[in-house]
Nanobody, 118 residues
Framework: QVQLVESGGALVQTGGSLRLSCVVSGRTFSSYVMGWFRQAPGKEREFVAGISRSGGVTHYADSVKGRFTISRDNAKNTVYLQMNSLRPEDTADYYC???????????WGQGTQVTVSS
């Protein structure tokens, strides 16, 4: 059973940066496609970024391209989301997710809250 634990969420001012981390349990981390999603108050959960098993391919939502970077360290069973140039509209609960292939995310973390003040 795969378990995911996010950390790094905080209150930050507009223009600031944060790095979120997600530690994944088990010995088969490299077999999973990883992704980050977010959900703002009163809105549906949306895709933010995804990364392939080896880390060689990444995808981003248009709203975060050029500002966010997803990466993974398979030796540490960890996926990261570096967030720069943060805006108030980035305020949300951020969730780490794992799945066997693209667009098939089957395991989810509990979330970490990011608040960007104006």
């Amino acid at each position: 059973q795969v378990q995911l634990v996010e950390s790094g969420g905080a209150l930050v001012q507009t223009g600031g940066s944060l790095r979120l981390s997600c530690v994944v349990s088990g010995r088969t981390f490299s077999s999973y496609v990883m992704g980050w999603f977010r959900q703002a108050p009163g809105k549906e959960r949306e895709f933010v970024a995804g990364i392939s098993r080896s880390g060689g391919v990444t995808h981003y939502a248009d709203s975060v391209k050029g500002r966010f970077t997803i990466s993974r360290d398979n030796a540490k069973n960890t996926v990261y989301l570096q967030m720069n140039s943060l805006r108030p509209e980035d305020t949300a609960d951020y969730y780490c997710s794992a799945g066997p292939q693209r667009w098939e995310y089957t395991h989810w973390g509990q979330g970490t809250q990011v608040t960007v003040s104006s």
